[in-house]
């Protein structure tokens, strides 16, 4: 069935690093945009950027511009999360989404401490 | 800035209908017709429940409905259910290629 499994989570001091992953499985990967969306303790959810199908184009959230990148490997149905500089604030749950103009997939999320 | 309001709670009783709605404000919203809706549960993945509007998805409830007026979008549950308590978030896909979402709506069955 069509699935989304995010991996990487954990606990990082403040300034550190952290790569996330997400899994892609049971729909043709390499056709969707991707995104990468987070939810703080207590707060709603906010978009953290995307990806395109074929990695070429990117955007960002003003919040982690310069810190995150967000790059996919197609011949592995798997997108990352690249977290630079994190900060207290980068602290929720990460979810990846598959789509552009609206997401018709999700994952059930990866929790990040910082 | 481009930001998307949504009122922080509404609520009804079983078999009632409620809307919430979405406003959009700011350079980025364009022709704000690229709205999409999505019902989160505490503790699970987040599901799309419309997009572009007013289109359900495979598998969604026709209880569920869409529309627009101007920059302000909304949406309405019909015959309020037990199981539609849940937090509701609007989205829309920008003109800079960017994605908002509201700040969320929190539904309760009475």
């Known amino acids: 069935q069509v699935q989304l499994v995010e991996s990487g989570g954990g606990v990082v001091q403040p300034g550190r690093s952290l790569r996330l992953s997400c899994a892609a499985s049971?729909?043709?990967?390499?056709?969707?945009?991707m995104q990468w969306v987070r939810q703080a303790p207590g707060k709603g959810l906010e978009w953290v950027g995307d990806i395109s199908y074929d990695g070429s184009h990117k955007y960002y959230a003003d919040v982690v511009k310069g810190r995150f990148t967000i790059s996919r490997d197609n011949a592995k149905d798997t997108v990352y999360l690249q977290m630079n500089s994190l900060k207290t604030e980068d602290t929720a749950v990460y979810y990846c989404a598959g789509g552009l103009r609206y997401m018709d997939v999700w994952g059930k999320g990866t929790t990040v401490t910082v | 800035q481009s930001a998307l309001t949504q009122p922080a709670s509404v609520s009804g009783s079983p078999r009632q209908s409620i809307t919430i709605s979405c406003t959009g404000a700011?350079?980025?919203?364009?022709?704000?017709?690229?709205v999409s809706w999505y019902q989160h549960h505490p503790g699970k993945a987040p599901k799309l429940i419309m997009f572009?509007?007013?289109n359900r998805p495979s598998g969604v409830s026709n209880r569920f409905s869409g529309s627009k007026s101007g920059s302000t979008a909304s949406l309405t549950i019909s015959g309020l259910q037990s199981e539609d308590e849940a937090d509701y978030y609007c989205?829309?896909?920008?003109?800079?290629?960017?994605?908002?979402f509201g700040g969320g709506t929190k539904v309760t069955v009475l």
């Open positions: 049971g729909f043709t990967f390499s056709g969707y945009a």
């Open positions: 700011g350079s980025d919203i364009g022709g704000f017709n690229y």
């Open positions: 572009d509007i007013g």
């Open positions: 989205s829309l896909y920008t003109s800079r290629s960017t994605v908002l």
